[in-house]
């Protein structure tokens, strides 16, 4: 059954765009902050951008000007918009959802590949 799950990933030159989608069930999307975690091999994992219920975002430093998250309500995704990819962006990138409300209860796809070839 459908929890979190990410697709949109793949390979891309320098430069290049990617769209991530972020598919929940809906229990949980209604009632969860999303977030995009990434990790690079023998790095850290690291957040990304946020959305909350009201919209909301949170965009990182090193990414701001590049990436935009958005969520779409009705269909439950929640999206990342990568453009102006780098090599460095190189990582798996990670949805993360978070319920608002006590107790909570967190989620985590099972993360999508994104390579940036230079």
């Known amino acids: 059954q459908l929890q979190v799950a990410e697709s949109g990933g793949g390979q891309v030159q320098t430069g290049g765009s990617l769209t991530l989608s972020c598919a929940a069930s809906r229990s949980i999307f209604i009632i969860s902050t999303i977030h995009w975690f990434r990790q690079a091999p023998g790095k850290q994992r690291e957040l990304v951008a946020s959305i909350s219920r009201n919209d909301t975002t949170i965009i990182a430093a090193f990414v701001k000007g590049r990436f935009t998250v958005s969520r779409d309500n009705a269909k439950n995704t929640v999206y990342l918009q990568m453009n102006n990819l780098k090599p460095e962006d190189t990582a798996v990138y990670y949805c993360?959802?978070?319920?608002?409300?006590?107790?909570?209860?967190?989620?985590w796809g099972q993360g999508t590949q994104v390579t940036v070839s230079s």
């Open positions: 993360y959802a978070r319920q608002d409300l006590l107790p909570h209860v967190d989620f």
